[in-house]
């Protein structure tokens, strides 16, 4: 079974800096998706960025960039330019590309994210 | 334009109460999930569906039943709820197999429920 662990429970950053989120996962698998999601205050899960394993060059969404390393099994997401609004709970997830088990999403424990003005 | 739309959004329960949480989707998604939340935690799959009629165990499946006679509503039953169950339950859909499986799933706003 696939894991996901993300290492810091909390993180904080001054509005305009750059934070790094760190995640980790273990698959024995060699085709796979990751993802972060956010989850502010209002409970709402919002897809940030995407990955697939197969894809060497790191995903980029605007300030929202990922440092993809397959052989480290890491995952890192950078937040350049923090904004008041990034301030939430940050998941890391990871989905088999194997279709198996309903393709589900397994998560790690979230970072939560404040953001300091 | 609803996407994933649960209700209710909080309940209190006492122990040993049943309640059934809804979850309907409109865009036509073949893979729909249920997923609990406890404080400070990330989200547990409790169970899933690939289509009408198909249903399988997550993780964390005991004290809970489901149901999808359609393609749209995945309805989740708490029988003889229990403090344990106390979390947030988030209700999901996705296409399903294939290059689509990099798609994003798509998250309901969650329910709170309380057991006391």
């Known amino acids: 079974a696939q894991t996901v662990t993300q290492s810091q429970p909390e993180m904080s950053v001054q509005e305009a800096e750059t934070v790094t989120l760190s995640c980790t996962y273990d698959?024995?698998?060699?085709?796979?998706?990751l993802f972060w999601y956010k989850q502010p205050p209002s409970r709402q899960m919002i897809l940030v960025i995407r990955?697939?394993?197969?894809?060497?060059q790191n995903a980029t969404e605007n300030r929202f960039s990922v440092n993809f390393q397959k052989a480290a099994k890491s995952f890192s997401l950078k937040i350049s330019d923090s904004q008041l609004g990034d301030a939430a709970m940050y998941f890391c997830a990871y989905r088999s590309a194997l279709g198996t088990s309903g393709s589900r999403l397994t998560f790690g424990e979230g970072t939560q994210l404040t953001v300091n003005p | 334009n609803a996407g994933v739309t649960q209700t209710p959004k909080f309940r209190i329960l006492k122990i040993g109460q049943s309640m059934t949480l809804q979850c309907t989707q409109d865009m036509n998604h073949n893979y729909m999930y249920w997923y609990r939340q406890d404080p400070g935690m990330g989200l547990k799959l409790i169970y899933y569906?690939?289509?009408?009629?198909?249903?399988d165990k997550g993780e964390v499946p005991n004290g809970y039943n489901v149901s999808r006679s359609t393609t749209e509503d995945f309805p989740l039953r708490l029988e003889l709820a229990a403090p344990s169950q106390t979390s947030v339950y988030f209700c999901?859909?996705?296409?399903?197999?294939?290059?689509?499986?990099?798609?994003?799933?798509?998250f309901g706003q969650g329910t709170r429920l309380t057991v006391v």
């Open positions: 999901a859909s996705s296409k399903g197999q294939g290059a689509s499986l990099n798609t994003e799933a798509f």
């Open positions: 569906s690939v289509g009408a009629g198909i249903t």
């Open positions: 990955q697939e394993a197969y894809k060497q």
């Open positions: 698959t024995s698998e060699s085709d796979y998706y």
